[in-house]
T-cell receptor
Framework: NAGVMQNPRHLVRRRGQEARLRCSPM?????VYWYRQLPEEGLKFMVY????????ESGMPKERFSAEFPKEGPSILRIQQVVRGDSAAYFC???????????FGSGTRLTVV | KNEVEQSPQNLTAQEGEFITINCSYS?????LHWLQQHPGGGIVSLFM?????KKHGRLIATINIQEKHSSLHITASHPRDSAVYIC????????????WGAGTKLIIKP
């Protein structure tokens, strides 16, 4: 029973390119959460998704960022036209019902050069 | 004032020492999480607590709901325990959002 799988582990993009981060939740988990950790800072909530639904995206920047969790396949966090300030670790977590425990992935470290 | 405060911010100890990391919060909560993050590594969920005490190996987590305080203890500490330990709470106002502490950076010297 694999845990939460995130890929890639490391991603380097030039300014202006697109970054796609993938998260496969634990088997049976239908709730996915994305968090961002800027260097030397704590985690910040970005978005909460259930299958085919965005429940709460209050932590997402208004522009260039989008997330989806399709019926089939992993959840995708997409960052368009990346800038240096997007460099961070992006963590995904999944859970069963909302009040259950979370399982975190190993994160994707995005570096924008 | 942050809603979740951890202390100490940094902790250096010798191998074998008993370690205590504290977490105080100011909101009503439905659950409290302790997580571990190694440098450059992922996040591992250690405990989820809503009352009492939990033990896993050398790790013990306690919570006092009345005092709004939780502690994470490590017995017989080892250099491989060196990591950042993070306390996060789920408030009663939210079914899912976690309020995060700033973390405690623990270094265990051999």
């Amino acid at each position: 029973n694999a845990g939460v799988m995130q890929n890639p582990r490391h991603l380097v993009r030039r300014r202006g390119q697109e970054a796609r981060l993938r998260c496969s939740p634990m088997k049976g988990h239908s709730h996915v959460y994305w968090y961002r950790q800027l260097p030397e800072e704590g985690l910040k909530f970005m978005v909460y998704l259930q299958k085919e639904n965005i429940i709460d995206e209050s932590g997402m920047p208004k522009e260039r960022f989008s997330a989806e969790f399709p019926k089939e396949g992993p959840s995708i966090l997409r960052i368009q036209q990346v800038v240096r300030g997007d460099s961070a670790a992006y963590f995904c977590a999944s859970s069963l019902p909302e009040r259950a425990g979370y399982t975190f992935g190993s994160g994707t470290r995005l570096t924008v050069v | 004032k942050n809603e979740v405060e951890q202390s100490p911010q940094n902790l250096t100890a010798q191998e074998g020492e008993f370690i205590t990391i504290n977490c105080s919060y100011s909101v009503g909560i439905s659950a409290l999480h302790w997580l571990q993050q190694h440098p450059g590594g992922g996040i591992v969920s250690l405990f989820m607590l809503s009352s009492g005490k939990k033990k896993h190996g050398r790790l013990i987590a306690t919570i006092n709901i009345q005092e709004k305080h939780s502690s994470l203890h490590i017995t017989a500490s080892h250099p491989r325990d060196s990591a950042v330990y993070i306390c996060a709470v789920r408030s009663v106002d939210s079914n899912y959002q976690l309020i995060w502490g700033a973390g405690t950076k623990l270094i265990i010297k051999p």
